[in-house]
């Protein structure tokens, strides 16, 4: 092994978790988020893995994002739809090649439509509606004249989807704002469809939102978390559980992140250990040094706190968390050698990571924690 660190996505567990989603929403296409480089999975392996297993449609954030995917993916039907910012000057590019955006302003509307006339290619447009998110979209106020305006630009768009995303489905709390949401995307698409607009396809649930509200699943689902093998919320894992008593939780998780031992120290009781006084041997002690850190996306926060596995067994960080290197204290661990794998993320027998256990120790979402696993990194499929 010459990489300080790798990060391993499980085949087996994709295709696990998309026989359940593809189980659980039955006709409904599933449209695969991997913004945020695929929440850490890394889009270069993620999406042909995906592809692989039958998903042709990819979402993600920005279009330089969809400029990964676009590269990254190997068969040409696969369709790519960007849910936020793009550059401009994308415009060109992004409508040629048939990649479908999100309008949420008037401003890339016109953009969009004067590129499609340049280009003599129809714009895959997204208009996606503010229904209480208060983030991005077309407020109820500006609905007749965007259809003025979608009528008019008719020949030079194509009106592919009408959307919008739901401020935190994935809690119980916030259900009547949810409501409120629900009903105004169904009063704001009638005055469109009155008008004799009526986009191909309706698309307004996240990976919380198409468990708990499957009347909203419309055409499509726009699943991140899940797919990769967390729930969005222990609130909704429960209420799943409570639902439909599985005898195991569906979902595996995809990622699992392994370093190896650096270096192996004989420490001596009541000597420091690592950077300042954080750490002092109670006992003579065997330490392990691994060469991952803060510049890897391992937290600083989990100075003294953090676990890893070797061997099987479960053992501590020791010490603060360095730019490129921990210690673990190995002391009860027999015959560690340099070289030895040790996990971060994942499982090592009977023992195992999450990153969720991971990130409550470190004070973070799931969602946080995977997307900071930088990009350079290398990801294996195993
Ligand atoms: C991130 C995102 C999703 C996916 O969210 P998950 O909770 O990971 O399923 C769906 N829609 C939009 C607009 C998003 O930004």
Known sequence: MTSASFIELSRDALRANLQFLRML???????????????GH????????????????????SSDEAREVFNAKKLSSTEIMIMGHLDE??????????????????????????????????????????????????????????????????????????CTHFAGAESIANHIRVEQQKAHFKEMTAI???????????????SAAAIRLPEMQYDLVRIGILQYGFWPSREIFIEYIRKNSPIEDPLRRVISWKSHIMNVKQVEMGSFIGYGTTYLAQRDMKIGILPVGYALGFSRSLSNQGRALIRGKRVSVIGIVNMNSLAIDITDVEDVEHGDEVTLIGRDGEVDI?????????????????????????RIIS
């Not at 296409?29 to 945020?36: A, E, L, M, P, Y």
């Not at 995906?50 to 993600?60: T, Y």
């Not at 469809?193 to 649930?205: A, D, F, G, Q, W």
């Not at 120790?361 to 930088?374: K, V």
Request: hydrophobic fraction near 40%; charged fraction near 20%.
């Open 25 to 39: 929403f039955d006709t409904v296409r599933i449209s695969s988020v991997v913004k945020g480089n695929a929440y």
């Open 42 to 61: 890394g889009i270069p392996a993620f999406v042909p893995l995906a592809e692989s297993l039958g998903i042709d449609h990819f979402s993600v954030y």
């Open 89 to 162: 000057e994308d415009l060109p590019w992004l409508i040629s090649n048939e990649i479908s955006f999100f309008v949420f302003g008037f401003e890339r509307l016109q953009a969009a439509i004067a590129c499609s006339q340049e280009l003599n290619k129809k714009a895959r447009i997204h208009i996606e509606l503010e229904t209480g998110m208060n983030r991005t979209g077309f407020t109820n106020e500006f609905m007749d004249q965007l259809a003025d305006e979608l009528l008019a630009a008719k020949d030079h768009i194509i009106f592919e989807g009408l």
């Open 192 to 206: 469109l469809e009155v008008r004799s607009l009526v986009p191909k396809i309706k698309h307004t649930c996240c």
């Open 354 to 378: 999450s990153v969720s256990s991971f990130s409550e120790l470190s004070d973070q979402l799931n969602y946080e924690l995977l997307t900071r696993l930088p990009s350079h990194i290398p």
